[in-house]
Antibody, heavy 120, light 109 residues
Framework: EVRLVQSGGAVKKSGESLKISCQGS????????IVWVRQLPGEGLEWMGA????????TYSPSVEGQVTISVDKSTGTAYLQWSSLKASDTAVYFC?????????????WGQGTLVTVSS | SALTQPRSVSGSPGQSVTISCIGT?????????VSWYQHHPGRAPKLIIS???KRPAGVPDRFSGSRSGATAFLTISGLQAEDEAHYYC??????????FGGGTDLTVL
């Protein structure tokens, strides 16, 4: 069974760092991009960026580039989204999802979401 | 910027509803890569339409997708109570980037 399991919710303060994870199982991890999508409170979904476990290539939305870092450890089948200095505006639910490489442009499995709450 | 969806739509059981997703020719109108996702709050979003009009295995044929110019559409026919959820469109925008719509809240009356 294909699964994307995300780390638990986090409550942090502005300026703190955070790394959340997304572990894939039940499929060939290195053949699918892992994408990160956020949902700000009361808002819709926003594509943030992605990482390809096969070669660790990353791509970011202009709106978040420089604000977050996406990485992957293919030995454990885990992708990460991290912040070095959180802001209150980072409060959101963060989803990971997978996208098959080579000609596929949709996200066919999603994680359950990680709620990140940042207090000022 | 985000694709434009109606904030909410509603319909009675058995009826049909259509959700629009307005983009530009740099996204929805420029690529054959529009997808739709169903999201019940607290659960993982679910892919229901890919590549404008393709239904993944297991998705009921009550769900259908289409496109006209730079606007994509999701039609749900034979509404059921379980269809009450948020629906998001998403389009490829080139150079490995994507954009979502603002989401539509479907209420089954």
């Amino acid at each position: 069974e294909v699964r994307l399991v995300q780390s638990g919710g986090a409550v942090k303060k502005s300026g703190e760092s955070l790394k959340i994870s997304c572990q894939g199982s039940g499929y060939k991890f290195t053949s699918y991009w892992i994408v990160w999508v956020r949902q700000l409170p009361g808002e819709g979904l926003e594509w943030m960026g992605a990482v390809y476990p096969g070669d660790s290539q990353t791509t970011y939305s202009p709106s978040v580039e420089g604000q977050v870092t996406i990485s992957v450890d293919k030995s454990t089948g885990t992708a990460y989204l991290q912040w070095s200095s959180l802001k209150a505006s980072d409060t959101a639910v963060y989803f990971c999802a997978r996208r098959r490489d080579y000609g596929y442009y949709h996200f066919d499995r999603w994680g359950q979401g990680t709620l990140v709450t940042v207090s000022s | 910027s985000a694709l434009t969806q109606p904030r909410s739509v509603s319909g009675s059981p058995g009826q049909s509803v259509t959700i629009s997703c307005i983009g530009t020719f740099s996204d929805v109108g420029g690529y054959e890569y529009v997808s739709w996702y169903q999201h019940h709050p607290g659960r993982a979003p679910k892919l229901i339409i890919s590549d404008i009009d393709k239904r993944p295995a297991g998705v009921p044929d009550r769900f259908s997708g289409s496109r006209s110019g730079a606007t994509a559409f999701l039609t749900i026919s034979g509404l059921q109570a379980e269809d009450e959820a948020h629906y998001y469109c998403c389009s490829y925008t080139g150079t490995y980037t994507w954009v979502f719509g603002g989401g539509t809240d479907l209420t089954v009356l």
